[in-house]
Protein backbone atom coordinates (compact mmCIF):
# COMPACT_ATOMS: atom_id res chain seq x y z
CA UNK A 1 0.00 0.00 0.00
CA UNK A 2 2.54 2.49 -0.27
CA UNK A 3 2.74 3.06 -4.17
CA UNK A 4 1.16 6.51 -4.78
CA UNK A 5 -0.67 4.89 -7.57
CA UNK A 6 -2.80 2.40 -5.89
CA UNK A 7 -6.09 3.15 -5.08
CA UNK A 8 -8.65 1.35 -2.83
CA UNK A 9 -12.43 0.93 -3.87
CA UNK A 10 -15.00 0.35 -2.07
CA UNK A 11 -17.74 -1.85 -4.47
CA UNK A 12 -20.02 -3.07 -2.26
CA UNK A 13 -22.71 -0.87 -3.65
CA UNK A 14 -25.85 -2.73 -5.60
CA UNK A 15 -24.75 -1.64 -8.81
CA UNK A 16 -21.51 -4.39 -8.31
CA UNK A 17 -23.60 -7.51 -7.21
CA UNK A 18 -23.46 -9.04 -10.48
CA UNK A 19 -26.65 -11.12 -10.41
CA UNK A 20 -27.79 -10.05 -7.72
CA UNK A 21 -27.97 -6.55 -8.88
CA UNK A 22 -30.16 -7.45 -11.49
CA UNK A 23 -32.15 -9.36 -9.24
CA UNK A 24 -32.62 -6.14 -6.94
CA UNK A 25 -33.20 -4.34 -9.91
CA UNK A 26 -36.36 -6.42 -10.95
CA UNK A 27 -37.40 -6.54 -7.57
CA UNK A 28 -37.96 -2.71 -7.55
CA UNK A 29 -38.94 -2.26 -10.84
CA UNK A 30 -42.13 -5.08 -9.61
CA UNK A 31 -42.52 -2.82 -6.91
CA UNK A 32 -42.53 0.82 -8.46
CA UNK A 33 -44.77 -0.78 -11.55
CA UNK A 34 -47.93 -0.59 -8.89
CA UNK A 35 -47.43 3.00 -8.04
CA UNK A 36 -50.98 4.34 -9.84
CA UNK A 37 -48.42 6.64 -12.06
CA UNK A 38 -46.54 3.85 -13.06
CA UNK A 39 -49.85 1.96 -13.62
CA UNK A 40 -51.25 5.18 -15.93
CA UNK A 41 -47.66 5.16 -17.95
CA UNK A 42 -48.79 1.63 -19.26
CA UNK A 43 -51.23 2.77 -21.51
CA UNK A 44 -48.97 5.09 -23.94
CA UNK A 45 -47.10 1.86 -25.33
CA UNK A 46 -49.73 0.50 -25.41
CA UNK A 47 -52.03 2.65 -27.12
CA UNK A 48 -49.15 3.07 -29.92
CA UNK A 49 -47.97 -0.78 -30.31
CA UNK A 50 -51.72 -1.66 -30.94
CA UNK A 51 -52.75 1.14 -33.52
CA UNK A 52 -49.00 0.52 -34.64
CA UNK A 53 -50.58 -3.11 -35.41
CA UNK A 54 -53.55 -2.09 -36.62
CA UNK A 55 -52.36 0.33 -39.34
CA UNK A 56 -49.68 -2.41 -40.48
CA UNK A 57 -52.05 -4.98 -40.69
CA UNK A 58 -54.40 -2.64 -42.84
CA UNK A 59 -51.50 -1.52 -45.01
CA UNK A 60 -49.42 -4.41 -45.39
CA UNK A 61 -51.76 -7.87 -44.92
CA UNK A 62 -52.75 -8.13 -48.28
CA UNK A 63 -49.37 -7.51 -50.20
CA UNK A 64 -47.35 -9.31 -47.46
CA UNK A 65 -49.71 -12.65 -47.61
CA UNK A 66 -49.60 -12.10 -51.84
CA UNK A 67 -46.26 -12.23 -51.43
CA UNK A 68 -45.78 -14.92 -49.29
CA UNK A 69 -47.93 -17.02 -51.42
CA UNK A 70 -45.64 -16.09 -54.51
CA UNK A 71 -43.18 -17.20 -52.46
CA UNK A 72 -44.10 -20.64 -50.70
CA UNK A 73 -45.18 -21.66 -54.20
CA UNK A 74 -41.20 -22.08 -55.13
CA UNK A 75 -40.30 -24.01 -52.12
CA UNK A 76 -40.40 -27.98 -53.08
CA UNK A 77 -40.71 -28.99 -49.01
CA UNK A 78 -43.25 -26.98 -48.59
CA UNK A 79 -45.73 -27.47 -51.95
CA UNK A 80 -44.70 -31.70 -51.40
CA UNK A 81 -46.37 -32.02 -47.62
CA UNK A 82 -49.34 -29.70 -48.83
CA UNK A 83 -49.86 -31.98 -51.35
CA UNK A 84 -49.40 -35.05 -49.18
CA UNK A 85 -52.02 -33.89 -46.46
CA UNK A 86 -54.02 -32.64 -49.29
CA UNK A 87 -53.71 -36.18 -50.48
CA UNK A 88 -54.80 -38.14 -47.37
CA UNK A 89 -57.84 -35.67 -46.60
CA UNK A 90 -56.25 -33.40 -44.71
CA UNK A 91 -56.03 -28.93 -44.54
CA UNK A 92 -53.92 -27.56 -46.70
CA UNK A 93 -50.82 -26.65 -44.75
CA UNK A 94 -50.35 -23.38 -46.83
CA UNK A 95 -53.90 -21.94 -45.70
CA UNK A 96 -52.30 -21.48 -42.04
CA UNK A 97 -48.69 -20.96 -42.95
CA UNK A 98 -49.38 -17.80 -44.65
CA UNK A 99 -51.15 -15.86 -42.37
CA UNK A 100 -49.02 -17.06 -38.99
CA UNK A 101 -45.84 -16.16 -41.58
CA UNK A 102 -47.82 -12.60 -41.48
CA UNK A 103 -48.52 -12.57 -37.89
CA UNK A 104 -44.89 -13.39 -37.05
CA UNK A 105 -43.59 -10.73 -39.29
CA UNK A 106 -45.90 -7.75 -38.39
CA UNK A 107 -46.75 -8.15 -35.03
CA UNK A 108 -42.91 -7.67 -33.47
CA UNK A 109 -42.82 -4.57 -35.79
CA UNK A 110 -45.70 -3.11 -32.92
CA UNK A 111 -44.32 -4.47 -30.41
CA UNK A 112 -41.01 -2.53 -31.57
CA UNK A 113 -42.99 0.34 -31.71
CA UNK A 114 -44.19 0.26 -28.39
CA UNK A 115 -40.75 -0.03 -27.00
CA UNK A 116 -39.24 2.94 -29.19
CA UNK A 117 -42.01 5.02 -27.19
CA UNK A 118 -41.20 3.66 -24.01
CA UNK A 119 -37.69 4.65 -24.37
CA UNK A 120 -38.11 7.88 -25.87
CA UNK A 121 -41.46 9.04 -23.94
CA UNK A 122 -42.08 6.91 -20.58
CA UNK A 123 -38.57 6.49 -19.65
CA UNK A 124 -38.41 10.24 -18.60
CA UNK A 125 -41.42 9.54 -16.73
CA UNK A 126 -39.76 6.68 -14.80
CA UNK A 127 -36.69 8.65 -13.79
CA UNK A 128 -38.46 11.51 -12.80
CA UNK A 129 -40.78 9.61 -10.70
CA UNK A 130 -38.13 7.66 -9.12
CA UNK A 131 -35.59 10.31 -8.55
CA UNK A 132 -38.27 11.84 -6.16
CA UNK A 133 -38.89 8.77 -4.58
CA UNK A 134 -35.80 6.78 -4.10
CA UNK A 135 -32.54 8.60 -5.74
CA UNK A 136 -33.02 12.40 -4.65
CA UNK A 137 -29.54 12.82 -4.34
CA UNK A 138 -28.02 11.53 -7.58
CA UNK A 139 -27.75 14.74 -9.27
CA UNK A 140 -27.82 14.90 -13.11
CA UNK A 141 -25.05 15.42 -15.23
CA UNK A 142 -26.46 14.59 -18.88
CA UNK A 143 -26.36 16.64 -22.05
CA UNK A 144 -27.58 16.21 -25.45
CA UNK A 145 -30.07 13.94 -23.86
CA UNK A 146 -33.21 14.58 -26.12
CA UNK A 147 -30.67 13.85 -29.42
CA UNK A 148 -29.21 10.73 -28.29
CA UNK A 149 -32.03 9.30 -26.58
CA UNK A 150 -33.99 9.72 -29.77
CA UNK A 151 -31.16 8.89 -32.13
CA UNK A 152 -30.31 5.66 -30.21
CA UNK A 153 -34.20 4.61 -30.03
CA UNK A 154 -34.13 4.87 -33.65
CA UNK A 155 -31.17 3.24 -34.49
CA UNK A 156 -31.53 0.03 -32.60
CA UNK A 157 -35.41 -0.28 -33.38
CA UNK A 158 -34.40 0.08 -37.60
CA UNK A 159 -31.56 -2.59 -36.84
CA UNK A 160 -34.22 -4.83 -35.08
CA UNK A 161 -36.19 -4.59 -38.07
CA UNK A 162 -33.75 -5.27 -40.52
CA UNK A 163 -31.83 -8.35 -38.45
CA UNK A 164 -35.58 -9.66 -37.67
CA UNK A 165 -36.64 -9.73 -41.07
CA UNK A 166 -33.10 -11.04 -42.83
CA UNK A 167 -32.88 -13.44 -39.99
CA UNK A 168 -36.24 -15.13 -40.37
CA UNK A 169 -35.33 -18.02 -43.15
CA UNK A 170 -33.05 -19.07 -40.62
CA UNK A 171 -36.09 -20.13 -38.52
CA UNK A 172 -36.60 -23.04 -40.75
CA UNK A 173 -34.14 -24.75 -38.41
CA UNK A 174 -35.67 -25.60 -35.67
CA UNK A 175 -33.24 -24.68 -32.54
CA UNK A 176 -33.54 -20.70 -34.45
CA UNK A 177 -36.89 -20.38 -34.46
CA UNK A 178 -36.98 -19.84 -30.55
CA UNK A 179 -32.85 -18.69 -30.43
CA UNK A 180 -33.55 -16.05 -33.04
CA UNK A 181 -36.46 -13.79 -31.27
CA UNK A 182 -34.42 -13.78 -28.16
CA UNK A 183 -31.74 -12.70 -29.24
CA UNK A 184 -32.81 -10.13 -31.17
CA UNK A 185 -35.37 -8.93 -28.39
CA UNK A 186 -32.51 -9.28 -25.96
CA UNK A 187 -30.83 -7.12 -28.43
CA UNK A 188 -33.38 -4.24 -28.47
CA UNK A 189 -33.98 -4.19 -24.52
CA UNK A 190 -30.67 -3.56 -23.92
CA UNK A 191 -28.81 -1.56 -26.72
CA UNK A 192 -32.08 0.93 -26.30
CA UNK A 193 -32.90 0.54 -22.18
CA UNK A 194 -29.49 0.65 -21.04
CA UNK A 195 -28.95 4.38 -22.76
CA UNK A 196 -31.85 6.29 -22.06
CA UNK A 197 -31.85 4.68 -18.23
CA UNK A 198 -28.88 7.01 -17.54
CA UNK A 199 -28.79 9.62 -20.55
CA UNK A 200 -30.12 12.32 -17.81
CA UNK A 201 -27.97 11.35 -15.07
CA UNK A 202 -24.72 10.12 -15.99
CA UNK A 203 -21.97 12.23 -17.75
CA UNK A 204 -20.68 10.54 -21.02
CA UNK A 205 -17.68 9.48 -19.30
CA UNK A 206 -19.77 7.99 -16.58
CA UNK A 207 -21.98 6.55 -18.98
CA UNK A 208 -18.98 4.70 -20.88
CA UNK A 209 -17.42 3.45 -17.83
CA UNK A 210 -21.27 2.13 -16.30
CA UNK A 211 -21.82 0.25 -19.71
CA UNK A 212 -17.88 -1.74 -19.69
CA UNK A 213 -18.42 -2.67 -16.07
CA UNK A 214 -21.69 -3.87 -16.15
CA UNK A 215 -22.31 -5.10 -19.99
CA UNK A 216 -22.70 -8.34 -18.86
CA UNK A 217 -25.59 -7.27 -16.27
CA UNK A 218 -27.13 -5.55 -18.87
CA UNK A 219 -27.11 -8.28 -21.22
CA UNK A 220 -28.89 -10.50 -18.50
CA UNK A 221 -31.58 -8.05 -17.63
CA UNK A 222 -32.55 -7.75 -21.58
CA UNK A 223 -32.21 -11.73 -22.32
CA UNK A 224 -34.78 -11.27 -19.19
CA UNK A 225 -37.08 -9.38 -20.73
CA UNK A 226 -36.64 -10.89 -23.90
CA UNK A 227 -37.73 -14.50 -22.13
CA UNK A 228 -40.33 -12.70 -20.50
CA UNK A 229 -42.22 -11.15 -24.09
CA UNK A 230 -42.62 -15.04 -25.33
CA UNK A 231 -45.75 -14.87 -22.83
CA UNK A 232 -48.11 -12.58 -24.88
CA UNK A 233 -50.13 -10.93 -21.71
CA UNK A 234 -46.58 -9.50 -20.65
CA UNK A 235 -46.73 -7.21 -23.66
CA UNK A 236 -49.58 -5.40 -22.07
CA UNK A 237 -46.89 -4.08 -19.38
CA UNK A 238 -43.06 -5.14 -20.58
CA UNK A 239 -42.37 -1.87 -21.94
CA UNK A 240 -42.96 0.29 -18.98
CA UNK A 241 -41.36 -2.64 -16.73
CA UNK A 242 -38.59 -3.18 -18.60
CA UNK A 243 -38.29 0.15 -18.49
CA UNK A 244 -38.41 0.69 -14.43
CA UNK A 245 -36.10 -2.55 -14.32
CA UNK A 246 -33.39 -0.73 -16.58
CA UNK A 247 -33.83 2.62 -14.31
CA UNK A 248 -33.04 1.19 -11.00
CA UNK A 249 -30.69 -1.05 -12.22
CA UNK A 250 -28.29 1.84 -13.49
CA UNK A 251 -29.43 4.49 -11.37
CA UNK A 252 -28.04 2.33 -8.54
CA UNK A 253 -25.10 1.63 -10.12
CA UNK A 254 -24.49 5.29 -11.01
CA UNK A 255 -25.18 6.46 -7.39
CA UNK A 256 -22.70 3.45 -6.12
CA UNK A 257 -19.84 4.53 -8.57
CA UNK A 258 -20.29 7.94 -7.29
CA UNK A 259 -19.93 6.92 -4.00
CA UNK A 260 -16.71 5.22 -4.17
CA UNK A 261 -14.42 6.16 -1.71
CA UNK A 262 -11.10 6.13 -3.43
CA UNK A 263 -8.14 6.16 -1.71
CA UNK A 264 -4.57 7.63 -2.54
CA UNK A 265 -1.78 6.01 -0.56
Given amino acids: MNDPNVVVVNRNGP ?38 AIILIWAFWEPLTGWLNSEMAQWGVVNTVDQWML ?19 LLPLSGILGLVIAAIFVMPIVLRHL ?35 LTMPLWLIPPFAVLLPVFWWAFAFTRMLRVDSVLEHASPQERRLLWRRHGREYWILGGI ?6 FPPAWLVLPVYSALAFAHFSLSALENMRQETVVEA
Fill in 15 to 52: GNRGMNAVVEAMKRALVSQFHPKMLLALFLPFIIALLG
Fill in 87 to 105: AIGLFSIKLYMVPLLAVVI
Fill in 131 to 165: ERRQYQGLRRQGSVIAVQGVWNAVWVGGLFVIGWL
Fill in 225 to 230: MSLINL
